[in-house]
């Protein structure tokens, strides 16, 4: 695919516009979680914040994950990269970045149906998970230690 060579920063460039926004919403989502975890189920701030989890989560969150894998599965098509290990490492820490994700989705699941079974401080520690993977996967990306 010689094309990549010439698209590659292009490729690059969007590749890290669709993580930030990815993160942005993993970051967000489970301070929402927090809030909610506050209210009466069938409130109208309960009703509010299912609305405003659904929106992060389907026209946010979930485009941008799509759009980082697309990205990032283009941007390993690059010649010898598999060769680097802080590529494995990376990959390895991106595994969770995606389970948080499926977590989160199924949490706003549980909130939606009123069956969230989680205190706001649950949601106060999950919220820290998507930053510390975050910093781990930026550290591999830039740095290269390996």
């Not at 009703?47 to 990205?71: G, N």
């Not at 283009?74 to 820490?93: N, R």
């Not at 969230?116 to 401080?121: G, S, V």
């Not at 550290?139 to 390996?146: G, R, S, Y």
Request: charged content about 15%.
């Amino acid at each position: 695919m010689p094309w990549l060579a010439d698209a590659y920063p292009w490729i690059k460039a969007l590749h890290v516009i669709s993580v930030i926004a990815w993160m942005a919403g993993l970051l967000y989502l489970p301070r929402l979680f927090v809030y909610h975890a506050g209210t009466e189920p069938h409130s109208e701030t309960s009703e509010t914040f299912k609305v405003m989890e659904r929106r992060l989560l389907r026209a946010i969150t979930t485009p941008a994950m799509i759009a980082s894998l697309v990205f990032g599965l283009l941007l390993l098509a690059t010649p010898g990269i598999f060769e680097q290990g802080w590529l494995h490492a990376k990959i390895l820490l991106l595994v969770g970045m995606f389970a948080m994700h499926g977590f989160m989705a199924r949490w706003r699941k549980d909130f939606e149906a009123d069956r969230n079974r989680h205190p706001a401080r649950f949601y106060r520690f999950m919220n820290e998970v998507p930053t510390v993977l975050m910093v781990l996967i930026v550290l591999l990306a830039v740095a290269k230690p390996f």
